[in-house]
């Protein structure tokens, strides 16, 4: 069975940092590529960034600079760096991993909401 938990998400004030992570079980995730995206209330799912299985990084242009994402195959785990952080990255982020071979083998989590509030 396939599990992707999200966690590291919660309430913190503009300019402050969070740190998420998402650990994956239940796939070989060497060959995944991975990514973090988000969806706001009344908007639409995004990608936020992506970490292909040769760590290749590519970012919503919102994002760039001040997240990074990276991932630790030996504990299978991604994590999603958010700096700087502004009233508007406000969502729910979703863990997703993409089969990189198979790309059809697509699986999300559950979530973790990130609020950015003074």
């Known amino acids: 069975q396939v599990q992707l938990v999200e966690s590291g998400g919660g309430l913190v004030q503009p300019g402050g940092s969070l740190r998420l992570s998402c650990a994956a079980s239940?796939?070989?995730?060497?060959?995944?590529?991975m990514g973090w995206y988000r969806q706001a209330p009344g908007k639409q799912r995004e990608l936020v960034a992506r970490?292909?299985?040769?760590?290749?990084?590519n970012y919503a242009d919102s994002v760039k600079g001040r997240f990074a994402i990276s991932r630790d195959n030996a504990k299978n785990t991604v994590y999603l760096q958010m700096n700087s952080l502004k009233p508007e990255d406000t969502a729910v982020y979703y863990c997703?991993?993409?089969?990189?071979?198979?790309?059809?083998?697509?699986?999300w989590g559950r979530g973790t909401q990130v609020t950015v509030s003074s």
């Open positions: 970490i292909t299985r040769g760590k290749t990084t």
């Open positions: 239940g796939i070989i995730f060497s060959i995944y590529n």
């Open positions: 997703n991993a993409q089969n990189a071979i198979t790309t059809a083998l697509t699986y």
